[in-house]
């Protein structure tokens, strides 16, 4: 059974998330603040963490932070802020999904399963390396190597990267990237696309991935140092 840390500080909406999580077959750990989310973590193997953004003693956001400085596991953030800034930051700390609230818990569910599934990774892609120039993108361990410099990758920024290098030289479409990767799991803004690319350039300290202004993005087949 796959296990859900819960970060909530509500009681009454940690059992609802609870009851629902078991219902739809997965163990949900609770935890009531930062502080007891991150030892929780650190006890224990925890499949994806759905933490709250307004916690007491440490927010979500800093909980994030803190668990992406060990751990590539699928995070999906809960807020009451919908604003486009605090969506932002929460791309920014490579979160997996962001969902506002009041948000309807079959649709939460089901974006739990398809963070989960993506994150399993398709069998056929283990051990599996894409080879472009200096760079090695390493399909079993989600990192990406430029000039001998490794860096890790989340989830969907593994996907980004590997849709971009396996389609050379064609130009994508924010939405051909959406329709691709996020398929029907996706409500929000497009321009979450754009979120992902800019971390991906910053890890990959290079200017490989080219904007076609107006259009999408695209492998700059023309440049390479090194």
């Known amino acids: 059974m796959q296990r859900i840390l819960v970060v909530e500080d509500d009681p009454d909406i940690q059992e609802l998330l609870k009851n629902f999580l078991q219902e739809a077959g997965y163990e949900g750990v609770l935890a009531g603040d930062g502080v007891?989310?991150?030892?929780?973590f650190s006890a224990m193997q925890t499949d994806l963490v759905l933490p709250d953004v307004m916690l007491p003693k440490i927010d979500g956001f800093a909980v994030c932070e803190l668990i992406r400085k060990q751990s590539q596991v699928p995070v999906i953030m809960l807020t009451a802020l919908s604003g486009e800034k605090e969506q932002i930051r929460g791309l920014d700390l490579q979160v997996d999904d962001y969902i506002t609230k009041p948000f309807s818990m079959?649709?939460?569910?089901?974006k739990i399963a398809a963070v989960l599934r993506r994150s399993s990774g398709p069998k056929q892609d283990e051990h599996q390396t894409i080879i472009y120039r200096n760079l090695t993108l390493d399909c079993d361990n989600y990192t990406v190597t430029v000039n001998e410099v490794t860096s890790e990758l989340t989830q969907r920024e593994f996907e980004v990267l590997k849709e971009l290098l396996t389609n050379q030289g064609r130009i994508l479409t924010r939405q051909n990237l959406l329709d691709r990767l996020w398929r029907y799991d996706f409500y929000g803004d497009e321009r979450v696309v754009d979120t992902h690319i800019k971390n991906l350039r910053k890890k990959l300290g290079i200017p490989l991935?080219?904007?076609?202004?107006?259009?999408?993005?695209?492998?700059?087949?023309?440049?390479?140092?090194?």
Not at 36 to 40: P, V
Request: glycine letters at 10%; hydrophobic letters at 35%.
């Open 209 to 226: 991935i080219q904007t076609i202004r107006g259009v999408g993005y695209k492998i700059d087949t023309e440049y390479w140092h090194g």
């Open 36 to 40: 007891e989310a991150l030892s929780t």
């Open 106 to 110: 079959p649709i939460l569910i089901r």
